[in-house]
């Protein structure tokens, strides 16, 4: 089980019984693998570039630290944020108009072309450009450069990123005892 809402969990244990009873759910840690580049890299992909071959990790990470580059300019040329007619959020005043310039703007051209368009066209079977970015939440893993180039030099992988790193699973009666609970 894997939920935002709270009105949902809590009715899910008040049938099911609570998360943390013992017989009830079994807490499991996500263990997602991306099969490329004859090799399984740990999900998300992007904050596991160490199990790539150095060629793609260079073209990653150029990608990654060009596309935060052209953030920061962009931001600065944006004399008044408050003000300007492409501010969306508090964050930036960039205009990204769908899910694929997201992509672009946020992970850099070589992760994208490694891994986000093809990954994601499979995923949604329908075009990225099409698709608005208002969804994203904590779907999507964003960039921490930091975290990244740290994960990269130490060739550590970085599997506990997201909502759904930990979750919950029926001990007994798999997800449609829930649905009888209910």
């Known amino acids: 089980?894997?939920?935002?809402?709270?009105?949902?969990?809590?009715l899910v244990q008040f049938c099911r019984g609570k998360f943390d009873?013992?017989?009830?759910?079994?807490?499991?840690?996500?263990?997602?693998y991306v099969y490329m580049r004859e090799t399984y890299v740990?999900?998300?992909?992007?904050?596991?570039?160490?199990?790539?071959?150095?060629?793609d990790q260079i073209v990653c990470l150029n990608g990654l630290i060009d596309a935060k580059c052209e953030?920061?300019?962009?931001?600065?040329?944006?004399?008044?944020a408050a003000n300007c007619k492409h501010f969306e959020n508090q964050k930036s005043c960039l205009k990204i108009r769908n899910f694929d310039e997201?992509?672009?703007?946020?992970?850099?051209?070589?992760?994208?072309?490694?891994?986000?368009?093809?990954?994601?066209?499979?995923?949604?079977a329908?075009?990225?450009?099409?698709?608005?970015c208002g969804w994203l939440g904590e779907r999507v893993a964003t960039m921490d450069i930091e975290r990244v180039v740290q994960n990269l030099l130490r060739k550590k992988e970085d599997k506990g990123w997201g909502?759904?790193?930990?979750?919950?699973?029926?001990?007994?009666g798999g997800t449609g005892s829930i649905?009888?609970?209910v």
């Open 21 to 32: 009873d013992v017989g009830c759910f079994q807490c499991h840690q996500r263990a997602s």
């Open 126 to 132: 329908y075009p990225a450009t099409e698709m608005s």
């Open 71 to 80: 953030n920061i300019s962009r931001k600065r040329s944006c004399q008044n």
């Open 42 to 55: 740990p999900y998300p992909m992007q904050l596991n570039l160490c199990k790539l071959p150095v060629e």
């Open 163 to 172: 909502p759904n790193a930990v979750f919950y699973f029926p001990q007994s």
């Open 179 to 181: 649905w009888k609970s």
């Open 1 to 10: 089980i894997f939920s935002h809402y709270q009105f949902f969990d809590d």
């Open 102 to 124: 997201w992509i672009c703007d946020t992970m850099g051209k070589g992760i994208y072309d490694i891994f986000m368009k093809p990954y994601n066209f499979k995923v949604w």
